[in-house]
Each structure stands twice: as structure tokens, then as C-alpha cells.
């Protein structure tokens, strides 16, 4: 069920990305921007951090695996803050 409901992510993102040239995690991101500012996230970082939080809402294997990659690209702040938020969550694709 768990890999069925990545691929299902990865179908939507690729159709997303044909129409509107964004994907998934991009228009997260975007939602997830004001949460970041309030949780004190810089404003350089909030929409790369978003979309982490967002994917985790998808599935937090995934949003782990893609935060592995920019961590080195984030203030310690950011790291510690996204961090907390993907340890702590669990979602229904886990279940």
C-alpha cells in the first residue's frame, strides 16, 4: 500500500508539473510558507522548507530522504526546526 501511495504522489506531481509547471512539492511549498515564517524559519528558506513539511503531510519517508539532500544548504536553525517537525509526524501511508 505504501509504495502504491508514493507512486500515486509521484503521478500527481509529474501531471502538475505538465499543467502547471510546478510540482507537488513546489505548490506545498507555497501553502506551507506562512507556517514556516511564523515558526521562525528565515525568509530565504521558507519555501524550500515548506515543501519538506508539505511532502511530510504526503508521506514523511519521502520528505526525509529529500531533506537529507538540502540539508547542508540550511541555516542550523531551519535544520533543527524541520527536523523536530519530521520526527515528530506520523501520517495515514504509515499506518
Do not use: C, H, W
Not at 515558526?39 to 511530510?56: D, K, L, W
Amino acid at each position: 500500500m505504501l509504495i502504491t501511495y508514493i507512486g500515486l504522489l509521484a503521478m500527481i506531481s509529474f501531471v502538475l508539473e505538465n499543467l502547471v509547471g510546478m510540482t507537488f512539492q513546489e505548490i506545498i511549498g507555497y501553502v506551507f510558507a506562512p507556517v514556516d515564517f511564523i515558526m521562525g524559519i528565515p525568509a530565504s528558506e521558507i519555501f524550500r522548507s515548506g515543501s519538506i513539511m508539505g511532502t511530510v503531510a504526503a508521506n514523511e519517508f519521502v520528505a526525509m530522504l529529500d531533506f537529507m539532500k538540502i540539508i547542508p544548504e540550511m541555516s542550523p536553525k531551519t535544520v533543527g526546526i524541520v527536523s523536530a517537525f519530521l520526527v515528530s509526524f506520523a501520517n495515514f501511508s504509515s499506518n
